[in-house]
């Protein structure tokens, strides 16, 4: 599969897009919709973009929140792919790593989970 590999980045309580990144000098390259600055390695959370899109046509990223029949979670990057941490909403913490939800193209992403870490706080009622 050929799928265009780019990045974001969460930064100084701001998200940012990733123009370049110089492993030499251990920076990224970041553009924040006015000015481009490198930060350090170290300051920054790298999101790489999963080649895919929800049923909205928004682009998905490792860190996103996605809504999807009955479940809520979060996007992450385990054994070689992306996969969504799900959480039956109203049950509870109880988590389990679901797979093709990407794929099937039924979710909605809400968030992620350095402006929105609420969506994932659960209480059962």
């Not at 799928?3 to 370049?20: D, L």
């Not at 006015?34 to 959370?45: A, G």
């Not at 039924?106 to 870490?117: D, L, S």
Request: proline share 1%; with cysteine; net charge negative.
């Amino acid at each position: 599969m050929n799928r265009e590999i780019k990045f974001r980045c969460w930064y100084g309580e701001k998200m940012g897009i990733v123009r370049g990144i110089d492993f030499d000098r251990k920076k990224v390259q970041i553009f924040d919709g006015y000015t481009f600055q490198w930060i350090r390695f170290e300051d920054i959370k790298l999101m790489q973009y999963t080649g895919l899109k929800d049923k909205n046509g928004k682009e998905i990223y490792e860190g996103d929140i996605i809504k999807f029949q009955g479940y809520i979670g979060k996007v992450g990057y385990v054994d070689n792919r992306f996969l969504v941490l799900g959480y039956r909403e109203g049950e509870g913490v109880e988590d389990e790593w679901i797979e093709d939800v990407l794929w099937w193209n039924v979710g909605k992403v809400v968030g992620n989970i350095y402006e929105n870490p609420n969506l994932l706080s659960y209480t059962k009622e």
